[in-house]
C-alpha cells in the first residue's frame, strides 16, 4: 500500500507510521561529505575542507572569494549543503599561493562573539590542501548523515521494519524539497514560461534543476502507484548500481529480473530535457504524458538546451542504522552523490520541522 494523501506528490510504499519534530537544534542534522577526490598537496587550486552552523554552501562560497580576493566566479563546491544544519563540505578556491590568506584567521575573526550570539551562525575550517584542479559541481562520493528525531509518537516496530526495508530493498529516490528551494519551481516556470531570465549563471543552473527534477519526481510517483517503481518493465532504461551507466531493456527476461532483485540494476526516470530518453512502449508513453502534463517546463529544459538524462528510480542507501533514546530515534546514513536523507525521513514519518528561519 502506497502512502498517500489528496495532496501527496511523492507517495511511498509503505504507511508512515510516526510523527516527530526534526531540526529542534542545528546539531540534530549532522551531514559529512564524502569526497570523490583528495586533494594532491600542489597546484593553483586551494582546497578547503570546512565545518559550519546555520550557514549555506552559498554563503561559505561568497566569504572565500570576498577573503581570497578572487572573487565568487573562483570558488566551487561539489553539493550544495542544508542552512539549518551542522556540516561539513570541501570547497576550491584558484589563488596564488602569494595571495593566499592565512584561512583559520580569517575564518575565526569572522566567528565573533557578536555575530554568533546574533545568528548562532559560525565556520571552522579544518583541512586547506592545494590541488592542480578545481572542485567541480556533482564530484563527490556521498554524504554521511546523523539525525535526530525528536518526541517521537507512533508505532515503533513499524518504523524498524520500515527501516529494515529502506536498509535491504532500497527505496523511492525522489529529489527532496531542498532541491525546490522556497519558490525555485514556480519561479522556473514563470521564466520558462516567457518571463524574464535569472541573472546569474547560478540562478539559471537552480531553476532548471527544480524543473527537471518536478518532472522526475512526477514520474516516479506514477510508477510508485502503479507498484513498479522498483522492477523493470519492458521499454524500461536500466542503471547498473553504483555509476552512471544506463542501459536499454527492450524485453525482461529471468536474468535482468534477478540482477533488479538482488539490487544490481535499477530503472530509471527521465531528467528531461533535448535528446533520446531510450525508453520504448508504455514506458515511454507514460513519461511522455507526464511530461505533457507540464508542457512549460519540458518544453523550456529542450528550448534552453538541457540534455535529457536518465536517474536512478531507486535508491540503495550504502548503510542504514538506528537507535532510540527515551522518545528520540537517531538516524545514521551512508547515501550516494545526489541522494536525499529526508526521503527515508518521508518514509517512517511526518515529520514536523522545527526550523522557523526557512
Keep these: ?13 509503505w504507511l508512515p507510521p510516526l510523527v516527530a519534530t526534526i531540526k529542534a537544534e542545528p546539531e540534530d542534522f549532522r551531514v559529512e561529505e564524502v569526497p570523490a577526490t583528495t586533494p594532491e598537496g600542489q597546484g593553483e587550486h586551494v582546497w578547503l575542507e570546512i565545518e559550519k552552523r546555520l550557514l549555506n554552501s552559498e554563503d561559505v562560497a561568497v566569504w572565500l572569494g570576498r577573503e581570497s580576493g578572487a572573487g565568487r566566479g573562483r570558488v566551487s563546491y561539489a553539493g550544495r549543503k542544508d542552512r539549518q ?10 589563488c596564488p599561493p602569494e595571495s593566499e590568506p592565512d584561512w583559520a584567521g580569517r575564518a575565526e575573526a ?26 567541480r559541481t556533482g564530484h563527490l562520493a556521498g554524504n ?48 520558462l514560461g516567457g518571463g524574464r531570465a535569472p541573472r546569474s549563471r547560478n540562478q539559471r543552473s537552480l531553476l532548471l534543476s527544480a524543473a527537471r527534477s518536478a518532472i522526475f519526481n512526477a514520474v516516479l510517483a506514477a510508477r510508485v502507484r502503479r507498484g513498479d517503481w522498483d522492477r523493470l518493465l519492458p521499454g524500461d532504461v536500466a542503471n547498473l548500481e553504483g555509476s552512471g ?52 517546463l519540458a ?32 538516524l545514521s546514513l551512508e547515501l550516494g552523490a545526489g541522494e536525499y536523507a529526508t526521503g527515508v525521513l518521508d518514509a517512517i514519518g511526518n515529520a514536523r520541522d522545527a526550523d522557523r528561519s526557512g
Excluded: C
Design 110 to 135: 569572522w566567528n565573533s562573539p557578536q555575530e554568533a550570539e546574533a545568528t548562532g551562525s559560525w565556520m571552522r575550517v579544518l583541512r586547506v590542501v592545494r590541488h592542480a584542479r578545481k572542485l
Design 85 to 94: 544544519a551542522v556540516t561539513r563540505q570541501w570547497f576550491s578556491v584558484q
Design 245 to 296: 551507466s544506463v542501459f536499454a531493456v527492450p524485453e525482461v527476461d529471468a536474468e535482468l529480473e534477478a540482477r533488479a532483485a538482488r539490487l544490481d540494476i535499477h530503472p530509471t526516470g527521465p531528467l528531461w530535457g533535448r535528446g533520446a530518453m531510450l525508453t520504448a512502449g508504455e514506458v515511454a508513453a507514460l513519461e511522455a504524458a507526464i511530461a505533457a502534463e507540464e508542457p512549460v
Design 144 to 191: 554521511r548523515f546523523e539525525i535526530r528525531l525528536g518526541a517521537v509518537q507512533g508505532d515503533r516496530a513499524a518504523a524498524e521494519s520500515i527501516l529494515a526495508a529502506v536498509r535491504d530493498g532500497g527505496i523511492p529516490n525522489y529529489f527532496g524539497a531542498q532541491r525546490f528551494g522556497r519558490d525555485n519551481l514556480e519561479r522556473a516556470r514563470a521564466w
Design 1 to 13: 500500500m502506497s502512502r498517500e494523501t489528496e495532496n501527496d506528490t511523492t507517495p511511498y510504499p
Design 299 to 330: 518544453e523550456g529544459l529542450e528550448q534552453e538546451g538541457v540534455r535529457a538524462a536518465r536517474r536512478s528510480l531507486r535508491m540503495v542507501p550504502r548503510a542504514v542504522a538506528w537507535r532510540w533514546e527515551g522518545d528520540d530515534l537517531w
